[in-house]
């Protein structure tokens, strides 16, 4: 079957670093995407991988082992405004499938 | 401002009856999604259609339907077949179905059973 895992929730302090990590067992893989989605609104695009290695995008990053079947969104210098879930999803075998992670609750404290 | 509007924000239905979740994009996108979005659980892809008047099965479409009718719109009816109605139903499109094509979502419509 499919399955995607991530922590449930993180806490970190304001201008700290936090790593957000994914794993996946998938029937194909087509592309990871980090979404981030505020409660009660529409998650946004954040990042996408699909060869290995990093892709850095301002304050964030996000990587890529397809022989691990393992990404991490790394996120710098935290502001309030990131308390956020982190959704990670992975394209399978066709496209426009996605399977989706649980999301990863990050909460940044003063 | 170009976008995915999804009417109404909250939604309520009695049971055994039939309700229309609306979706409207005005980005030119060729590929629409819905999902569904339940506490503690990732989005679980409902339907999804490349072109007008083509849509497939995604994981959990038993008890829904769905039409493609023009390209800007893609309502979803939660029939009274759908035994677990309640949940956050997210609508979501992107330019078309190939690689590295993020999907842009609606604000959501949550679903509620009185």
């Known amino acids: 079957g499919q399955n995607i895992d991530q922590p449930t929730e993180m806490t970190a302090t304001e201008g700290a670093i936090v790593q957000i990590n994914c794993t996946y067992q998938?029937?194909?893989?087509?592309?990871l995407f980090w979404y981030q989605q505020h409660a009660g609104e529409a998650p946004t695009f954040l990042s996408y991988?699909?060869?290995?290695g990093l892709e850095e995008k301002g304050r964030f990053s996000s990587f890529l082992s397809r022989s691990k079947g393992y990404s991490y969104l790394l996120l710098k210098e935290l502001q309030m405004k990131d308390s956020a879930s982190y959704l990670c999803?992975?394209?399978?075998?066709?496209?426009?499938?996605?399977?989706f992670g649980a999301g990863t609750q990050v909460v940044v404290t003063p | 401002d170009g976008g995915i509007t999804q009417s109404p924000k909250y939604l309520f239905r009695k049971e055994g009856q039939n309700v229309t979740l609306s979706c409207e994009q005005n980005?030119?996108?060729?590929?629409m999604y819905w999902y569904r979005q339940d506490p503690g659980q990732g989005l679980r892809l409902i339907y999804y259609?490349?072109?007008?008047?083509?849509?497939q099965k995604g994981d959990i479409a038993e008890g829904y339907s769905v039409s493609r009718e023009k390209k800007e719109s893609f309502p979803l009816t939660v029939t009274s077949a759908q035994k677990n109605p309640t949940a956050f139903y997210l609508c979501?499109?992107?330019?078309?179905?190939?690689?590295?094509?993020?999907?842009?979502f609606g604000d959501g419509t949550r679903l509620s059973i009185l």
């Open positions: 979501a499109s992107s330019i078309d179905l190939g690689a590295a094509q993020p999907q842009h």
């Open positions: 998938t029937s194909g893989f087509n592309g």
């Open positions: 991988n699909v060869l290995d």
């Open positions: 999803a992975v394209e399978t075998d066709s496209w426009g499938k996605f399977q």
């Open positions: 980005l030119n996108h060729d590929a």
């Open positions: 259609s490349q072109i007008v008047n083509d849509f």
